[in-house]
């Protein structure tokens, strides 16, 4: 298979020389057409003065050896019987008769006749003019004629240096040709190299072509095609290394939920044994056991709802159920409940009557999980305020880091990676989910080992 470059050259040099050819052939024709329109016409002014001077003449065979002499035409005159009664360039009596000749035939219609043909007694191409005059009351024909030999050489000639001059053209063409040939064979080199650069993920090669406007275009459409491929490659990257994060995070919440479920389970276990094992056992202990496997019943069932919301929360499939609420007695519930999971713990609320048009069930969520994370992580009284349209979790514990600021509200991030709370990594990040579905977001401000402040805004979801 030929390389560009080659197939340019080979393109090039036929098409140079099909137009050369055609040129040639063309100018041939051309020229010979012209050179034989200017004989005509030198023939036929020949043919007019010699009629000035025919009447004047006595002897025609010597008039037309003097012509002939002068202008080296050969001159034939013929009578009106086609008899050639005088010729300057051969032996009248040998010759044919000319009455049916075409250039005698052709000047009874015309001024002047013309005609090229071979001429069988001189063996060469001959130009023929005739005009038919009228000399000492007969009609006699006049008809001068010119070898084309001498001017087809001249054309020869001329068509040769022609030729000379078009070879060096081809050669010259062939040259810069080559030349061209050669930066395109560059520019295509520089393109090679940096794809293959590419295709071995070197993101930085350099590509510097110099010819060439097109090759130009393709190369900054190649540098373009690389930002491309490089950002793709470092979104891969970092896609990669979330997928290992959230897998490891998953592995240790899975880990956690099995360590989680074996402390209720076991429970269950050994209540339910104790109560098959001792069937006299009181009927206080008895209904002290059954409670207890009961609330730890209660415990699993709480946990794996956490779970079938956790994997909502991944799929983004929940939906909300707007109803028109009191925000006010919402949070007292909240309050009161959680009141009796931390007895030793006092919840301060500080809010108004504030009637909203929300998800109850979604908003009741947010509310546990903040204050429910904020007696976790301190010790002190927990504050939950609504005012100005803003509700606030307030508490004095061991507050976030910094670092971790941005985390928290992530899918399965927990702060301590070996703590386990059942709220399977996901409460906050339930939270702002849940939030922003209600067109409001998730604050926070914290200062470590001073405590922290979750706050998010009602005013979305007021009813007006």
């Not at 959230?246 to 099995?258: E, P, W």
């Not at 109850?360 to 349209?389: G, Q, R």
Request: charged share 30%; hydrophobic share 40%.
């Amino acid at each position: 298979m030929l390389k560009i470059h080659q197939i340019f050259i080979i393109k090039f040099l036929v098409l140079f020389v099909g137009t050369l050819f055609v040129t040639s052939l063309i100018s041939y024709i051309a020229l010979k057409s012209i050179i034989i329109d200017h004989n005509e016409n030198h023939l036929e002014n020949a043919i007019i003065l010699m009629e000035l001077d025919l009447e004047k003449v006595d002897d025609l065979d010597a008039y037309a050896s003097n012509v002939n002499k002068s202008t080296e035409l050969r001159v034939t005159i013929i009578d009106d019987d086609g008899v050639v009664i005088a010729e300057s360039s051969a032996e009248k009596s040998t010759m044919d008769n000319h009455g049916s000749r075409y250039e005698i035939m052709q000047a009874n219609k015309d001024k002047f006749s013309h005609i090229t043909r071979y001429s069988k007694t001189l063996k060469v191409d001959f130009l023929y003019v005739a005009k038919k005059f009228s000399y000492k009351d007969k009609k006699i024909y006049i008809r001068l004629s010119m070898s084309l030999a001498q001017v087809m050489s001249d054309f020869y000639s001329l068509w040769s240096k022609l030729f000379l001059v078009f070879l060096i053209v081809v050669v010259l063409a062939f040259y810069i040709s080559k030349r061209m040939s050669a930066r395109i064979v560059y520019d295509i080199e520089q393109i090679t190299v940096f794809l293959d650069e590419i295709s071995n993920k070197n993101y930085n090669a350099i590509i510097k072509t110099k010819y060439f406007y097109e090759f130009l275009q393709i190369s900054l459409m190649l540098k373009n095609l690389v930002k491309k491929l490089s950002s793709r490659d470092k979104q891969k990257r970092k896609y990669t290394a979330k997928l290992r994060l959230m897998n490891k995070q998953r592995n240790d919440i899975l880990s956690a939920i099995s360590h989680e479920f074996k402390n209720p389970v076991a429970s269950i276990i050994g209540y339910a044994q104790t109560l098959q094992e001792d069937p006299d056992i009181s009927p206080k202990i008895r209904e002290k056991f059954l409670s207890k496997i009961s609330s730890n019943g209660d415990k699993i069932s709480q946990m794996l709802d956490r779970l079938a919301l956790s994997v909502k929360l991944e799929n983004e499939d929940l939906k909300l159920e707007t109803k028109r609420f009191n925000m006010k007695t919402l949070c007292e519930e909240v309050v009161s409940n959680l009141s009796l999971k931390y007895r030793n713990r006092e919840i301060i609320l500080e809010a108004s009557n504030t009637m909203l048009e929300a998800d109850k069930t979604m908003i009741e969520l947010v509310l546990i999980n903040l204050v429910d994370n904020a007696l976790k992580y301190s010790e002190m009284d927990v504050k939950v305020i609504l005012k100005d349209d803003v509700l606030s979790v307030i508490d004095k514990g061991i507050g976030i880091q910094e670092e971790h600021l941005d985390k928290v509200t992530a899918k399965f991030y927990r702060v301590k990676k070996n703590t386990w709370d059942n709220s399977m990594g996901i409460g906050l990040a339930m939270v702002s989910y849940i939030l922003k579905m209600h067109n409001s977001n998730l604050e926070i401000k914290s200062k470590f080992a001073e405590g922290s402040v979750f706050s998010f805004s009602i005013k979305e979801m007021l009813k007006k």
